[in-house]
């Protein structure tokens, strides 16, 4: 079957292994130097090592591979710390996988094991809007408040996940698109980035890559999108997001301007 999985450049790859600690599925080794796939039945192609890896030497790709095993890898990983086992399942709900959360649950009753997360039942309403979801857009008036800045923001929702492909807060925009650390570090977020922007935020570590691009993909495609910044934090597992903006731009086959910039972790423009 053709689905998710990681590959490794072997190229990049310096063998440091901290893609193997935050891979708690099982399916990295570190072998002659070199970080290896070693069980397709054990990578769920969600991408949880990217963010671990200083280099930037994994990416996820479609591809023939053998089916992934949830109830397996359940058993497996329930035979050594709870802490690995809890990882793994908040690995599987920061991505919203029910079908697999549903497996892992199932055996773990089998086994007699309680789980160390909460795991929700999917509902069964399908179709449900959330109204978080519910798409909106405004125009932003600067009040001048003695101590406080104005809200610059002029759209709802902005999550990536979240977004519609159209919106009417894209088409003739200016479009930022931030790692959603950054307006925690940067205090200046909104006055320096989102007047008179878009915006669009999420996380290059924990969110799942692919979707990203092909996502992006589309909203470039069918957006007339003016200019991009790429708002992302120094650390190395946040420069990915400047890498799916760039790819989906070469997917889609646009040539919108782009601006990368950088902020430190102490709130500085870089």
């Known amino acids: 079957m053709k689905r998710e999985i990681i ?3 072997h190229d990049i790859c310096d063998g440091c292994g901290e893609c193997v600690k935050g891979c708690p599925e099982g399916a990295l080794q570190i072998i002659d130097g070199k970080a290896r796939l070693v069980n397709e039945v054990f990578c769920d192609g969600l991408g949880a090592c ?7 030497a994994i990416e996820v790709i479609k591809r023939e591979a053998e089916p992934y095993d949830e109830k397996t890898v359940v058993e497996n990983i329930a035979e050594q710390e709870e802490k690995v086992l809890k990882a793994h399942l908040e690995h599987l709900k920061e991505h919203g ?10 055996r773990l009753e089998e086994l ?5 997360v909460e795991i929700k039942k999917e509902k069964e309403s399908q179709g449900h809007n959330c109204p978080g979801s519910a798409v909106g857009q405004w125009d932003s008036e600067e009040k001048k408040e003695e101590g406080r800045l104005s809200p610059r923001l002029q759209q709802w929702p902005v999550q990536l996940s979240l977004v519609p492909i159209q919106a009417p807060y894209f088409d003739d925009s200016d479009l930022v698109i931030a790692a959603d650390c950054v307006p925690f570090a940067y205090p200046n977020f ?4 989102l007047k008179n922007s878009s915006l669009i935020i999420g996380c290059p570590k924990l969110d799942n890559a692919e979707h990203y691009v092909e996502k992006l993909t589309e909203i470039f495609k069918q957006n007339d999108i003016n200019s991009l910044r790429v708002v992302h934090m120094e650390v190395p597992c946040c420069f990915g997001l400047e890498k799916m903006v760039k790819k ?5 086959g646009k040539d919108i301007p782009i601006e990368d910039v950088t902020i430190s972790v102490k709130g500085k423009e870089k």
Not at 97 to 106: I, P, R, V, Y
Not at 112 to 116: C, R
Not at 190 to 193: A, E, G, I, S, W
């Open 97 to 106: 996988q029910t079908d697999l959360l549903k497996e892992a649950e199932e």
């Open 50 to 56: 990217i963010g671990e890896c200083p280099k930037g």
């Open 7 to 9: 590959k490794i450049d």
């Open 248 to 252: 989906a731009l070469s997917e889609a």
């Open 190 to 193: 909104h006055p320096d980035f």
């Open 112 to 116: 007699g094991i309680d789980s160390p």
